[in-house]
């Protein structure tokens, strides 16, 4: 039975890595582990590329700490599972790691493995039943002996602890399953001892002392302990024991119980503290089941943090994805392996990872690579050929010590490898690599005339490159990918049998043989593309540019933007003549008017008075241009309000926030929007609309100052994840004014206005700072980015000298040929000349017109506002006993206008009362309770009209809890659930249920409009309010407040744990010149956990449509103590639901006559008398009598709702809601 897992070792490998328990979010040990596995696994490929080689990595998803984690994320644990194992394959993906198979312990094929091996080490006798007692460690989920457990003192209390860690134990004692682990004890022993089997060797002596447990190992524990595990296969009262389940995965990976694979591995790696659990645990019971044992079991130390433990507490726990954003995946690979001593605890240091990163991959390989194979140096653009008897004689001697290098460093290396010191292979490789850099730059090839010399400096080089990069790539796989790509060496030259020096000489023209193939372009494409980049300071994107100028009736689009705030200065000339430029080029060219930018800049700003300033900058923007001498039937002017505004483009900007983090919206912005502890949303917007302009637009490009950037970067990354496509980019320098800041239209000292006259000119520049101390001021900018371009390629002529290009210009004033005053002088003159003809293409009625209707100063009307005392309204007795009625028991939020708004209430104008829900997932119970509260309110003769508003749109924001194709389909499915449950509430009168997408009035223009406004009147801090990172969290609570608006209520009801919505919402509608709305808090209604029911809870929730059995025993698993109100579920279900539904009437408990009889009390008093004391004191109420009382409530309640989903278009209105054709989550 056994011989069919045995294969011949020599053909294949198998090296695994710890299961990572899947209860918080991977940290930088984590990354260490799979690196150090991933490079084992690498070597075997490089080492032996025609044998098999497998690699294991996964995640462990079961244990108690997994179902606490989860409860405390209010998500069910699959869900919770789900989260953090994707979180840790995402981080695998950016590090390159090559794993074969990615193993979750909640997998199928896992729990029937686990159960297989269960019964085989039961059905040999090694599992027996017996009753334990000792200690149990919650931390590790492991029992421990007495003797590593102490008593101390922790805040006042005497509590039993781990003597190393200090974590918390409990004694327990219970009925479980052991295994005979001291049967094994001696034998594990001597595995451990003449198999050689721990590496490295110092972790041999803790791998022995793991034995000192002489007992046998509990391995079940009771299902109501944990009951997030797999189930022992003839026992469903009991768990199987976390580290039982986790262990088997090694085996489970290779193919058990099903297939022939490969076993046993050849190398499994793990973390210092789980020695015990795979040198003792593991051998033993693979000794049980009749396995062979590990080859090789390797260990490694913890990561410290600049020699400091890790820890939440102290806020120093690395993320792995924010080194990899910092350092790259190869850098943080790099660092990892280098600094990685397995023997030690290692540190991480953020300046160590930089400099170890300049250092050794920047400067040491890097810089040889690049230096080396640019044409100037190697004008063949190929590999010489030549062996080492062919070396020129002085170069072969320099480089003496470099070729004993590399003749032993594939034997070094591979022993090294084998041993996996991969910190020493780094170490030595980095020491040729440097021995490289020396003899390099002593032969100086760059001024290198003797052809023979030359070639022999590269072919020592090359080879030192080439021989590193292979022996490398088991560490830094994509550098040495890109090494041997830039030299020429074909994929299958890359193996150790290609490591001898010299090796390769037979192959010197493969460099230029296989170097990319790029099209020629003709004369007149690279004539506009030059005239396209000319002066730019960076561009992205200009093989794609260039394939565009290259196609026959393509005519490539780019677009500029800017803001109509201040009136365009003469900083504006440095665009100007860069969208010259693109104009001669051929280029489409609009320029967008950003007047939506404009308006909330300050929202003081008329529509009137920004449509005047857009008519002025046209005006002076063609004027410009024309006197520039440049045609403009290829300029386009558009404004962003004419489809910024639109339904279309505001989805598109939601969309697009659901993928961008805040931290990378506020990074993208960085160099544009002011930086804050916290900034205003508006600012974390502004990159992603400037984005979506490309799209909405329709242009290839966007040109811009290079402090855009970050945005571009942004467009590039984002745009094509919505389908939206991928632009080029093309970046000015930035210009500063006269004061030596960015020229700016708000800085009135540092700007000259395009309309200025010649004599304000002339002042402005002879007051500007032109210093030799200080080059970088902006005089000299003006003539760097201004003058040059346009007089080129004549030259300019100052106190008679001719200057054809800046730098010889600037050379001059530094020696001091060339005075400030003279350099004034003539730039006062130039512009004059330049904005006369500006000023006179100006003087029409139109600008006249545009320059007092858009720039006319008017006194503020505010002064002559006189404050009116408000009059506080009278209510009547009827209006203040509802008042009482609505607050009574209740907190209620912006209440300062609620009498005004009752005095006008009576039974012909009732109260308008609304509820928003959000269609996240699955209708629950916790929906009844504002409606319960809308049903006293009727009971007490309170006059009201009320409104469910199913607000759809939130579900997708908040971390795309609803797909975006599954929007309207799920809010259909709460809307039809909403109108069933107030029918059995029979509030159908007073009720209505509407879906906010279907009301006047939502996603209008004036709606988006006020939903800018609003995101800049709040931070990112104060919109903080869903769980998660993406900026679309931060925009719920204004869609909040501008769907409730729609309905235009009296009174929303919210939850209690909803109350930052309401605060915010005053907050929001006092910025909008409006008066806040009244909120009245319910508490929430509890899951079948203790927890906030919720859509985030599957497991937890009592759905109307689950079946009465399922509604059953739900609230059977819930937590009900006898006598104990503490989190006691049922209890509160009854105060909450039960009898609010039965309206006064008495609530009926049917239990057995010998315990007690039948029970029935009228009010949640006499229900906590009942069942803490009961009137018969000697049967108190129990908790499964009470929960069969509500569950009958409860399914009563249901069942009306149940029959009407039986036919077939309600239950395929379910089916829509939930399909995952319309879209990636359910």
């Known amino acids: 039975m056994f011989a069919c897992w045995v294969l011949i070792r020599s053909k294949s490998t198998y090296v695994t890595s710890p299961i990572f328990y899947a209860n918080a979010d991977p940290h930088i040990g984590h990354a260490y582990t799979a690196v150090l596995c991933d490079t084992a696994h690498r070597w075997n490929q490089l080492k032996n590329p025609s044998s098999s080689a497998f690699f294991s990595i996964g995640t462990d998803e079961h244990g108690s700490k997994i179902f606490r984690a989860s409860q405390k994320a209010n998500k069910s644990p699959q869900e919770f599972c789900d989260q953090v194992s994707s979180k840790f394959s995402n981080l695998f993906d950016k590090l390159n790691i090559s794993h074969t198979n990615f193993i979750r312990t909640t997998d199928l094929a896992h729990k029937e493995a686990v159960q297989q091996f269960w019964m085989k080490l039961y059905d040999k006798g090694f599992i027996y039943k017996s009753t334990y007692s000792g200690y149990y460690s919650i931390t590790d989920e492991c029992f421990v002996p007495d003797t590593d457990v102490e008593l101390k003192n922790m805040d006042g209390n005497e509590v039993h602890v781990m003597k190393k860690t200090a974590t918390p134990v409990e004694y327990i004692e219970e009925e479980n399953y052991m295994f005979r682990l001291s049967q094994f004890r001696d034998g594990v022993r001597e595995w451990i001892e003449n198999k050689n089997v721990v590496k490295p060797t110092k972790y041999t002596s803790l791998a022995l002392d793991s034995l000192e447990m002489q007992d046998d190992l509990s391995v079940s524990r009771t299902r109501s302990r944990l009951s997030w595990g797999i189930p022992v296969p003839n026992d469903e009262s009991q768990t199987i024991y976390v580290w039982l389940d986790a262990l088997v995965n090694y085996l489970t990976v290779s193919g058990y119980p099903k297939e022939q694979s490969v076993w046993p591995p050849t190398c499994q790696v793990i973390g210092k503290d789980i020695i015990k659990f795979h040198l003792y645990y593991w051998p033993a019971f693979l000794m049980a089941a009749g396995f062979p044992l590990p080859e090789k079991i390797f260990i490694h130390g913890h990561w410290l943090v600049d020699n400091v433990k890790m820890s939440k507490s102290l806020g120093n726990v690395i993320d792995p994805n924010e080194a990899i954003e910092n350092l790259t995946s190869e850098g943080l690979r790099y660092f990892l392996l280098k600094q990685g001593n397995p023997s030690y605890d290692c540190s991480f240091n953020w300046n160590s990872c930089l400099e170890t990163i300049n250092s050794d991959i920047v400067n040491n390989v890097g810089n040889l690579l690049n230096r080396s194979t640019v044409a100037k140096i190697n004008k063949d653009i190929g590999y010489p050929k030549m062996s080492l008897e062919d070396m020129d004689t002085e170069v072969k001697h320099n480089a003496e010590r470099l070729i004993g290098m590399l003749q032993e460093a594939n034997e070094i290396c591979v022993e090294l490898y084998e041993s996996m010191y991969y910190y020493k292979v780094i170490e030595h490789l980095m020491l040729i690599m440097k021995e ?16 023979q010399k030359l070639k022999s400096v590269l072919f020592v080089t090359y080879e030192s490159l080439r021989i590193i990069s292979i022996l490398l790539r088991p560490v830094t796989p994509t550098l040495s990918a890109f090494c041997l790509d830039r030299l020429g060496i074909e994929k299958n030259q890359r193996g150790i049998s290609n490591t001898p020096l010299g090796c390769f000489s037979e192959l010197w023209e493969i460099m230029s043989a296989d170097a990319p193939k790029v099209e020629e372009c003709s004369e007149e494409v690279l004539r506009r593309r030059e005239l396209i980049l000319r002066n730019l300071q960076e561009s992205l994107g200009v093989d794609k540019l260039t394939k565009q100028l290259s196609t026959d009736g393509k005519v490539p689009h780019l677009y500029w933007g800017t803001a109509t705030t201040g009136k365009p200065h003469v900083g504006y000339l440095v665009p100007m003549r860069k969208i010259a430029d693109f104009l001669q080029a051929g280029l489409n060219v609009t320029i967008l008017f950003a007047d939506l930018h404009a308006f909330l800049d300050n929202m003081k700003s008329t529509w009137e008075l920004l449509e005047n300033r857009v008519i002025y900058y046209q005006c002076v923007i063609k004027a410009l241009l024309q006197s520039l001498d440049v045609p403009i039937d290829r300029l386009h002017f558009v404004k962003g309000t004419e489809y910024q505004l639109s339904r279309a483009y505001t989805d598109d900007v939601l969309r697009l926030s659901a993928q961008v983090s805040q931290r990378d919206a506020l990074k993208a912005g960085a160099e544009v929007v002011k930086q804050v502890a916290s900034p205003l949303l508006s600012g974390l917007l502004y990159p992603l609309l400037q984005a979506l302009d490309e799209q909405y637009l329709k242009v290839d490009g966007q040109f811009g100052g290079v402090d855009q950037r970050k945005i571009f970067i942004l467009a590039e990354e984002q745009l094509p994840k919505l389908k939206l496509g991928k632009r080029w980019h093309l970046m000015n320098p930035m210009v500063p004014g006269l004061t030596g800041t960015k020229m700016s239209s708000s800085e009135e000292d540092s700007k000259i206005d395009v309309l200025d006259d010649p004599a304000k000119v002339l002042a402005k520049i002879e007051g500007a700072a032109c210093s030799r101390n200080e080059p970088d001021n902006g005089v000299l900018a003006f003539y760097n980015f201004v003058l040059f371009p346009i007089v080129s390629p004549d030259a300019i002529e100052i106190s008679n000298q ?46 006249k017109s545009a320059i007092q209707k858009g720039y006319h100063v008017t006194a503020s009307s505010e002064s002559a506002t006189e404050t009116v005392s408000k009059v506080l309204p009278t209510l009547n007795s009827e209006q203040k006993s509802w008042k009482e009625f609505l607050i009574r028991g209740n907190d209620i939020f912006n209440d300062e206008n609620l009498d005004e708004t009752l005095a006008n209430v009576s039974t012909d104008k009732p109260l308008r009362v609304a509820f928003v829900a959000h269609a996240k997932g699955k209708f629950h119970l916790g929906f009844v309770a504002p409606l319960l509260r809308i049903k006293k309110l009727v009971e007490d003769g309170v006059p009201i009209t009320a409104i469910v508003l199913v607000s759809d749109i939130e579900a997708y924001l908040d971390n795309e809890k609803v797909s975006w194709g599954a929007i309207e389909a799920r809010a259909i499915y709460c809307r039809e659930v909403f109108t069933s449950l ?23 223009s004036d709606y988006v409009l006020d939903f800018y406004k609003m995101a800049s009147a709040v931070t990112r801090d104060e919109t903080t309010i869903c769980e998660g990172t993406a900026l679309s969290g931060n925009l719920v609570p204004l869609l909040y407040t501008l769907n409730t608006r729609l309905v235009s209520p009296d009174v929303v009801i919210i939850g209690s744990d909803a109350t930052n919505y309401a605060t915010l919402s005053a907050k929001l509608l006092r910025f909008l010149g409006q008066r806040p709305v009244a909120h009245l808090s319910v508490p929430t209604i509890p899951g079948c956990n203790g927890s906030k029911m919720s859509c985030s809870s599957p497991d937890f929730l009592l759905d109307p449509l689950d079946t009465a059995k399922q509604t059953k025993t739900k609230i059977a698993r819930s937590f009900c103590e006898p006598g104990n109100l503490d989190g006691n579920v049922t209890m509160m279900l009854a105060e909450q639901v039960i009898f609010p539904l039965l309206s006064g009437s008495s609530f009926n408990i049917y239990r057995a006559a010998d315990n007690g009889g039948d029970v029935a009390v009228n009010n949640y008093q006499e229900l906590e008398h009942e069942f803490v004391t009961g009137s018969n004191p000697d049967f108190p109420l129990h908790p499964g009598d009470l929960k069969n009382a509500v569950v009958n409530i409860v399914n009563g309640l249901f069942d009306g709702i149940r029959k009407d989903f039986v036919d077939k278009a309600r239950l395929k209105i379910v089916a829509d809601a939930f399909s995952t054709s319309k879209g990636k989550k359910k």
């Not at 490289?436 to 052809?451: C, G, H, I, Y």
């Not at 009168?989 to 209008?1004: K, N, P, R």
């Open 436 to 451: 490289a850099n020396r003899v390099f730059q002593l032969s100086q090839p760059w001024k290198e005339k003797d052809e």
């Open 802 to 847: 001719e200057f054809f290009n800046f730098e010889s210009l600037l050379a001059a004033f530094l020696e001091g040929k060339l005075d400030a005053e003279a350099l004034k002088k003539y730039l006062g003159e130039f512009l004059g000349s330049l904005l006369n003809k500006v000023r006179t293409r100006c003087d029409t009625d139109e600008v």
């Open 982 to 1004: 107030i029918r059995e509430l029979k509030l159908e009168t007073v009720v209505a249920v509407s879906i906010a997408a279907e009301i006047d009035g939502y996603f209008s």
